[in-house]
T-cell receptor, first 112, second 115 residues
Framework: AQKITQTQPGMFVQEKEAVTLDCTYDTSDQSYGLFWYKQPSSGEMIFLIY??????QNATEGRYSLNFQKARKSANLVISASQLGDSAMYFC?????????FGAGTRLTVKP | NAGVTQTPKFQVLKTGQSMTLQCAQD?????MYWYRQDPGMGLRLIYYSASEGTTDKGEVPNGYNVSRLNKREFSLRLESAAPSQTSVYFC??????????????FGPGTRLTVL
């Protein structure tokens, strides 16, 4: 069964605007972690932000914030003030103990 | 401090050939992982090693074997390569297995083509 769903294969955003990338997950565990990674065209995986299942506040890291809605099982990534360098694939992932599952990704393109 | 390194960066094999992908980390992490990434998909876990001396299957282990040589090194072996194993392979490490909050640090990947 699909554990991580990213419903937006591709997204476009104007430079300097904010964009939200959607992620929903499926788990029956109480303890889990949610991650977002960026994969530029060069191929490396870059960690962006983390949210724990017990964290009450939404995580923020610079221009990145994670909109965590536990009851809806969603963990959307918000990028504020988009930059051209934000153009990349973005993957949502969920970790339960040693099992890490990734979504299929969203390709974000930032337009000048 | 190189982080996670992988060799080789690129490899082309013929069906039935064998090869070993090497991974090493210098962050003193306990846990290491092997993933594959197919076009248009996210990463899928092949095998992981929660600590030195232990290995466990992930989501897609068939056709692969692993060895946790020591705390630093974790290798992935394809005994008889098949075209379905054409993929980009990523190695990753994290501080401790079993703790969901530990982020994973990824190597640069190995692009493998099986003809």
């Amino acid at each position: 069964a699909q554990k991580i769903t990213q419903t937006q294969p591709g997204m476009f955003v104007q430079e300097k605007e904010a964009v939200t990338l959607d992620c929903t997950y499926d788990t029956s565990d109480q303890s889990y972690g949610l991650f977002w990674y960026k994969q530029p065209s060069s191929g490396e995986m870059i960690f962006l932000i983390y949210q724990g299942s017990y964290d009450e506040q939404n995580a923020t890291e610079g221009r990145y914030s994670l909109n965590f809605q536990k009851a809806r099982k969603s963990a959307n990534l918000v990028i504020s003030a988009s930059q051209l360098g934000d153009s990349a694939m973005y993957f949502c992932a969920m970790r339960e103990y040693n099992d890490m599952r990734f979504g299929a990704g969203t390709r974000l393109t930032v337009k000048p | 401090n190189a982080g996670v390194t992988q060799t080789p960066k690129f490899q082309v094999l013929k069906t039935g050939q064998s090869m070993t992908l090497q991974c090493a980390q210098d962050m003193n992490h306990n846990s290491m992982y092997w993933y594959r990434q197919d076009p248009g998909m996210g990463l899928r876990l092949i095998y992981y090693s929660a600590s030195e001396g232990t290995t466990d299957k992930g989501e897609v282990p068939n056709g692969y074997n692993v060895s946790r040589l020591n705390k630093r090194e974790f290798s992935l072996r394809l005994e008889s390569a098949a075209p379905s194993q054409t993929s980009v392979y990523f190695c990753a490490s994290s501080e401790a297995g079993g703790r969901y909050y530990n982020e994973q640090f990824f190597g640069p990947g190995t692009r493998l083509t099986v003809l």
